[in-house]
Nanobody, 126 residues
Framework: QVQLVESGGGLVKAGGSLRLSCAASGRTSSMYSTGWFRQAPGKEREFVAVISGGDGLTKYVDSVKGRFTISRDNAKNTVYLQMNSLKAEDTAIYYC???????????????????WGQGTQVTVSS
């Protein structure tokens, strides 16, 4: 079992930055792929970014490319999402999720991931 805890959310003005953290505990290793998803009110959960276990390959949804960066600190069992140039449309609850080994071609699908955190709220004021 793997437990995930997100932190770092909050209220920020448009154009500002936040860094989200996803701390893992339990049966963790660098071989776990970890993704970030978000869900705005009345919308489906949306893929944001993922970092693959092992090789560290990263993928992003087009709307955050160039603004968000996902990274991993294996010594701390923590994955980060650095969010810059935030926009009002980035407002959502952000969740991290993990699965063992690589991500394959369906990295954007929530059903691929076995473990989820409780989420952290990000609100961007315009």
């Amino acid at each position: 079992q793997v437990q995930l805890v997100e932190s770092g959310g909050g209220l920020v003005k448009a154009g500002g930055s936040l860094r989200l953290s996803c701390a893992a505990s339990g049966r963790t290793s660098s071989m776990y792929s970890t993704g970030w998803f978000r869900q705005a009110p009345g919308k489906e959960r949306e893929f944001v970014a993922v970092i693959s276990g092992g090789d560290g390959l990263t993928k992003y949804v087009d709307s955050v490319k160039g603004r968000f960066t996902i990274s991993r600190d294996n010594a701390k069992n923590t994955v980060y999402l650095q969010m810059n140039s935030l926009k009002a449309e980035d407002t959502a609850i952000y969740y991290c999720a993990a699965k063992y080994l690589g991500i394959g071609g369906r990295y954007y699908s929530p059903t691929l991931y076995d473990y989820w955190g409780q989420g952290t709220q990000v609100t961007v004021s315009s």
